[in-house]
Every structure is written in C-alpha cells, then in structure tokens.
C-alpha cells in the first residue's frame, strides 16, 4: 500500500507535468554577463538559483529572464550606460536560448509557452526591470519590443524620468506618474507590453491603472497586509489590481515574505555595513561594489540569516485568494536577485510550494492557476488588446 507521502508526490509530479508553469522574474541575466557562468548546465549555490537543468528538474516551463539596471541619476550619460547594459542583458539572454536550442527557447508570445512545453523545452522571455533605459526617449520602448521584451518594471528604487519608485530616500519627484510616464503607458498598451507595477509608488499605481488599457502585473510583490515593505501591495491595490484585471506574482525574497526580526546580530551587521557605506549600491565604484560584496559575504556566512519558509510564503498566497479569490495570484521568485527560502532555495525546489498548497487544501484547479493559468490569461489579454 502506498503512503499518504507517496501519494502527494505522486499528486505533485502530476500537477506539474500538467500545469503550465511560470516564474515571472528572475535576475539571471546579471550572470550570464559573468564569462563564468553555464545555465545550460546545473550549478549550485550559491552561484545561482536557476539554470535551463533545474527548471527542467523542478518542473517549471517557462521564465522571465530580467535585464535589469539599478538607478543612477537621470543623466543623459547613465541613462546611455543603462541603455547598453539592459541590451547587453538581452543579447546575452539570446545567445545562450541560440546555444542550447535543444532544451530551451526564446519566447515573446504568450502562446510560446504551451507550444515549447510541448516540445519539452523550456520557453525563456525577457522583461526589463526599470524603465531608467528608456530615459526620456519614446521610441526606445517599441526597440526593446522588437528586441523581445515583454514586460517592462517602470522604475526600480529610485525615482526615474517616467514615474516615482516606492523606495526613493528622497520623496517623489513627479507626484506619482510623470507626463512623459503617460506616454510611456499609452505605448506599452499599443505594443502589447505587459505594465510591471512591481517597485512603483502606490501613487504611481494607481495613476497607472487609471491610464492604462490593459490590466497590468506585478512580477514580484507581496501583501503588505503580512510583510510591512513598501514594496508590497496594500489591500487596497491588491482589489484595484484584481478589479483591473490583472495578477499580483507573489515575490521568495525574505523580507517580502516576512518582517525582518530587527534584534537578529545578522540584521544589525547587515545595517551597520549599508551605513558604513552611506550611498546606494548603483553609486558606488567597481571596487567598493567588490569590497562591499566581500564584507556581506562575511557576514551572511558568519551570522547566517534566518530565511522564511514556503509555508510564510502560501500565507501571501491564501491572503490574496481570501481578499480577491484565486484567479489573481501568481509567482515571481527574484532569485539570483535576492529571492530564496529556507525550504525553495531554487528553481528546482519549486514543487515544495505545490506540496504546501495540497496540504492547505488547494485543488490541483486552484494550483495551477497560480502556477501559471492567471498570468498567462493576463498575457494573452494584453496582447490581445495591442493597438486598440
């Protein structure tokens, strides 16, 4: 006789070779600017968290590669710097789908994913997380289209020419959305680019639902009703999202998940080394970011941190599904930009939040919506509303 054990595995394994699944952001694409990095093959940690193998191993068929830029001042020369570096990000993501044809693709419709799943490959699309690139420069958002990005995060910590960032030390800037931000959305909606709410402003969100056409996602957000970051959504954003249409892809990385506890010697470290700093990270030279690296290493391997679980994770999951219902929640782990958790330390550990879902009581219905059914509705909407 088979054990109740055996028997969740048995259920897990099924759900995943017929859910279609998603991760929605992943920071990856800062590695594969490293020479020394091989997604094609399996790494470990911590030199990543994803990898074309562990995809494969934790059945999950499709991902958003993220070219990401931190924020600098809105000059004409970073915004050139940041400009090269996103396309930098994507040539690299290209290249390496080119070289390993065989196991994964290049995706840039939300059909894609159905059709790779099929042939077993893993289907790899790009957003862009902060619309710092585009600067001031309309057209660059249909350039980066036609260069396969997907989704477009509008700002990242800081402020930027489009929109003002939850995060800015400084305060905002353009009171929410900026003029030209507008124009940005309006042209997003006509290309068919998913609008990433993630990082922005509650101000900004809410101007932007109120602007755009389309619904929009949030590629990595939690509930701020759980974990207190501004980063997270509000109940209230949470049903004007759901209102709008659109999926809030709730985010693996810790204090998203759950408040820090502030008297851990971890979290005083890690204070003391950002105020010995006193800058952010994108201002800092090429050695202090090594140097800065090195000491957060030391301190993380000395003073190991304490990382949530999947069940704290499942707690944004039932929260959104209790406020808003099932149909407007998704996932989006950050990882290799920060994202783990004690028990989902990988892609290939994804199924451990399908058991914990199971234990709650989900239906295999309600699991694979989340794992990929209502995002990809949103997807095929957006698209569908291009142009109009």
């Known amino acids: 006789m088979c054990s109740p054990k055996q028997n969740t595995e048995e259920i897990v394994k099924k759900i995943h070779s017929k859910a279609l699944t998603v991760d929605t952001h992943v920071d990856t694409p800062m590695a594969l600017l490293n020479n020394n990095f091989d997604v094609g093959k399996r790494n470990e940690l911590p030199v990543s968290r994803v990898d074309f193998v562990r995809m494969k191993a934790g059945g999950l068929d499709a991902i958003f590669f993220a070219a990401f830029t931190g924020q600098r001042e809105c000059t004409p020369e ?37 059709r790779l799943e099929k042939e077993g490959k893993r289907a790899i699309y790009i957003g862009m997380e902060n619309g710092f690139p585009i600067g001031t420069d309309l057209p660059r ?181 209790q406020l808003v219902g099932i149909d407007y929640v998704g996932i989006g782990s950050d990882f290799d930009g920060g994202g783990g958790l004690s028990d989902c330390e990988d892609v290939s550990q994804f199924p451990n939040i399908t058991r914990e879902m199971l234990k709650r009581g989900y239906t295999e219905k309600e699991i694979k919506k989340v794992w990929g059914g209502n995002f990809f509705r949103v997807f095929s909407e957006v698209e569908s509303l291009a142009g109009k």
Do not use: W
């Open 141 to 321: 958002v249909e350039e980066f289209y036609h260069c396969g990005v997907r989704y477009i995060t509008l700002c990242h910590s800081k402020n930027n020419e489009i929109c003002d960032s939850s995060t800015d030390n400084g305060g905002p800037k353009h009171n929410g959305l900026s003029k030209f931000g507008e124009k940005v959305v309006e042209e997003m909606n006509r290309l068919g680019i998913m609008i990433d709410v993630s990082h922005i402003s509650d101000k900004t969100f809410y101007d932007v639902i109120a602007k755009s056409n389309a619904p929009v996602i949030a590629s990595h957000s939690s509930v701020r009703a759980i974990a207190r970051h501004p980063r997270n959504m509000t109940d209230e954003m949470i049903k004007t999202l759901a209102a709008n249409g659109g999926v809030i892809q709730i985010c693996l990385l810790s204090d998203y998940v759950k408040d820090p506890d502030t008297t851990a010697v971890s979290y005083q470290k890690m204070q003391e080394l950002r105020r010995s700093y006193n800058t952010d990270f994108e201002s800092m030279t090429n050695e202090e970011k090594d140097e800065y690296r090195k000491r957060r290493r030391e301190i993380r391997t000395k003073y190991p941190r304490k990382l949530p679980t999947v069940a704290d994770l499942v707690d944004h999951i039932d929260y959104v599904k």
């Open 78 to 114: 970073y915004t050139e710097q940041a400009y090269q570096k996103a396309h930098q990000m994507i040539d690299s993501t290209r290249a390496v789908c080119n070289r390993y044809r065989n196991i994964a693709e290049l995706a840039t419709s939300s059909a894609d994913a159905k």
